[in-house]
């Protein structure tokens, strides 16, 4: 019975069944076919805006100006493009990156840059505009098609066979200052999968040497009877992320006769790649000795391809803005994301352009006097670490060095060296200060304060430079920490990068992969912080008997070292007998670190230090003369004084700088663009207060403390203090007269 009634409904179902599967066959097929139109009239559409595009920029007279390097020939421009548009003037950037030694070569592959506005064609056509953005290997392909036929049409390169020959690199100028499109180097989870733009922004820690890549290659068919034996039918060019075994490889099979493809090497088109480490800029706070930021986050490094163009256009520990796509690049069994770049940006830090109220009014009631103003911000600066009014001139010294800090080369650098007995202090104090700028690093004892060379971790086998606590402190604070914790041979490189502001790495070519060894230099532009410890010298070192008047004894230190700092600072209390007021301040932050003990920190916070230091660091300042023949006259006179028999003046000729160098930043700190004779005053009183300590007292016989000679409580010690100083700036002038070598200075009298 089951049997009859499945026979009965095969019989009778069937044609129905058939009849119902032709139509929906029939209905699916329509679709298709309509969808395909409807794809392909979306795509001739792009097309034709692109064109459009090209045409309002007078891209094509460009892009023939380009094809002459392959070609050798010149056309008119004054045609039709498939009946499109008439062309006119171009902004956009068509760029060849490669140009042959022979122009009627042929090449597997011809090379073009076209630079993108993402707004101006947004304005033609939103689609092609987000097509560009978010499918961006695709949309390269229209313009692909819209130049082929421009090359074809115009007889621009003669050689040119076939549409996949051509490369094209699509690079937009900027992209939406939108969310979505900002890919954060620290974020989680992080979003490699989607192959379209994204803008980035990081450090540059790590960088390895140019290498080359496959940028495109031919292939043949192996059956000599088969058309695709001859000719550009296959074309494999580079796309985002692939390595190079993805590129060229041999298991291709010819989609006509199923043969094998062959690779013709003499085709091959070779470009420069560079592979960079990048992190997020947020890791600096981590490197810092102390801060007040509380919030946790997650630093990872990144990789960067940079090809072409843009190889060598990052320096390690710059910070730069990136345009690029996000890819996945397998490495045996892991897996690593990085970006493909297409654009590189320099950034520099927007900081505030203003100081506080309180520093506003603070600079109004000092406005008599040149030297009040700073007097004042050095002993309430740092009353969260150590008590008002101690540690006077290490205080001033700290701000003049962080002033006079700069990301510029051949800048004015300011480097300090404190001997004192307590360290404890002095490290909370440096500590502290390093923080004040968004480049203070505090140098971790198990890295290196230099770069150092090691193999890519890609598997590439070349060698990779990596940053270092002095090249991420670039125009900022290296606080390196005790001096005598370094060994002699990190101590002489130390001294070289004083002298030079350069480091050298040094590549050797057979542990490397390459033919010859190589050498790379790296500017180092940070001033380095350090102190040294007089209490724990070496059981081997043997102190000095014969010092002179105020000098210390310092030959535990390198003397070439100790001149490499611009100021040695020794610290006013010794550890045996601490100031009252300095051992109530530590047992109180004992007991309650985050309590204020003074109303100063209250009306000068950290954040209102900051923005200060900011502004003054910004401050062009420029000579007098008044006070450039000061600095002058000083130097020669002190060159004269300090000498003896065996090893001439032991001034060095560094000093100059450093007077020129104090002299800015005092003027920077008082907030005024014109060094004064009373800036030069104070930067020659610290540096032979600092030049007493190396060698001993010289004819001008300055106090042992000749900035703060007395403690600053009311207006009274502020007058006092400024009649001193005009007491030393007539003794310096009666010091230059008499051992100035025909040096003139005018007087008060004069």
């Known amino acids: 019975m089951a049997l009859l009634i499945y026979t009965f409904i095969i019989i009778v179902a069937w044609p129905v069944l058939m009849s119902f599967l032709h139509s929906l066959f029939q209905h699916f097929d329509k679709e298709c076919k309509d969808l395909f139109r409807k794809m392909h009239r979306e795509i001739q559409k792009m097309r034709e805006i692109a064109l459009v595009y090209l045409d ?54 011809y090379r073009f840059i076209i630079s993108i506005n993402p707004s101006d064609i947004a304005e033609l056509d939103a689609t092609l505009g987000n097509y560009i953005l978010h499918n961006p290997i695709q949309a390269a392909q229209i313009f692909q098609t819209v130049c082929f036929i421009a090359i074809k049409t115009l007889s621009l390169i003669e050689q040119l066979q076939t549409e996949a020959q051509i490369n094209i690199l699509l690079k937009p100028t900027h992209l939406p200052p939108l969310p979505s499109y900002v890919l954060s180097l620290s974020a989680f989870p992080f979003n490699y999968t989607s192959q379209r733009f994204y803008m980035s922004e990081g450090i540059a820690i790590a960088m390895g040497t140019v290498t080359k890549y496959t940028q495109g290659a031919r292939f043949l068919c192996t059956e000599e009877t088969c058309p695709f034996s001859e000719g550009f039918r296959y074309i494999r060019v580079h796309l985002p992320g692939a390595t190079e ?9 010819c989609s006509l006769c199923s043969s094998p ?13 560079q592979i960079v480490e990048m992190i997020d800029a947020k890791v600096l706070n981590a490197l810092k000795g102390y801060s007040n930021d509380k919030s946790h986050f997650r630093i990872q490094t990144f990789t960067v391809f940079l090809r072409d163009e843009l190889a060598n256009k990052m320096k390690i520990g710059n910070h730069y803005k990136i345009i690029g796509i996000p890819a996945c690049v397998q490495n045996g069994l892991q897996a690593t994301a990085c970006i493909e770049v297409n654009s590189v940006q320099l950034c520099k830090r927007n900081g505030p352009s203003f100081v506080s109220d309180n520093f506003k009014y603070l600079l109004s ?13 050095a002993n ?15 205080k001033l010294a700290i701000l003049l060095s962080l002033v006079q800090t700069c990301e510029k080369e051949n800048a004015d650098y300011l480097d300090l060296l404190i001997v004192t007995s307590d360290t404890l202090v002095i490290d909370r104090l440096l500590n502290y200060s390093v923080c004040l700028l968004p480049r203070g690093i505090r140098h971790p004892p198990s890295s290196e304060i230099f770069p150092s060379v090691s193999k890519d ?25 005790d001096l005598s914790s370094y060994k002699k041979d990190k101590l002489e490189l130390l001294q070289s990068v004083l002298e030079s502001r350069t480091t050298t790495v040094f590549i050797p070519g057979k542990k490397y992969g390459e033919e010859a060894d190589q050498q790379v230099t790296v500017s180092v532009q940070t001033n380095f912080w350090s102190f040294v410890d007089v209490d724990s010298s070496p059981k081997k070192h043997i102190q000095k008997d014969n010092l002179l008047i105020g000098q210390m004894d310092v030959s535990l230190i390198p003397p070439n070292l100790l001149d490499g700092f611009g100021l040695l600072i020794h610290s006013e209390f010794p550890s045996c007998r601490l100031s009252s007021s300095l051992v109530h301040h530590i047992l109180e932050k004992a007991i309650n670190p985050e309590v204020m003990l003074y109303k100063v920190s209250q009306q000068f916070r950290m954040q209102d230090y900051e923005e200060f230091i900011f502004f003054a660091r910004n401050l062009h300042v420029e000579l007098s003369s008044e006070a450039e023949n000061l600095i002058q006259g000083y130097y020669l006179a002190s060159r004269r004084v300090r000498r003896d028999s065996f090893h001439g003046s032991t001034l060095s000729p560094s000093a100059l700088k450093i007077l020129i160098s104090l002299s800015k930043a005092h003027t920077k700190l008082s907030l005024r663009k014109k060094v004064l004779e009373e800036d030069a005053l104070i930067a020659i009183l610290l540096l032979e207060s600092s030049l007493t300590l190396k060698h001993g007292k010289s004819a001008l016989c300055i106090a042992p403390n ?45």
């Open 261 to 273: 493809l062959q690779e013709d090497i003499k085709f091959r088109v070779l470009g420069d790649k």
């Open 365 to 377: 009631l000092t406005s008599s006097s040149c030297w009040r103003f700073t007097a004042i911000l």
């Open 457 to 481: 971790k890609h598997g590439t086998g070349t060698a990779s430079i990596q940053a270092c606590s002095a090249v991420l402190a670039k125009g900022g604070i290296c606080y390196i920490g």
């Open 706 to 750: 000749p900035v703060f000679p007395f403690d600053l409580s009311d207006e009274n010690s502020l007058q006092q203090r400024d009649s001193y100083l005009m007491q030393c700036h007539d003794q310096l002038l009666k010091f230059i007269g008499a051992y100035g070598p025909g040096i003139h200075v005018n007087t008060n009298e004069e």
């Open 380 to 394: 309430i600066f740092a009353s969260q670490v150590v008590p008002p009014g101690t540690y006077n001139t290490l």
């Open 56 to 109: 309002r920029s007078g891209g094509l007279q460009k892009f023939m100006h380009d094809c002459k390097k392959y070609n050798g020939i010149t056309h008119s421009v004054a045609i039709l493009l498939n009946g499109y548009v008439m062309l006119h003037k171009s902004l956009f950037l068509f760029k060849v990156l490669f140009a042959p030694t022979d122009s009627k070569q042929s090449y597997a592959v």
């Open 245 to 253: 075994s993805a590129t060229v490889r041999n298991d291709f099979v």
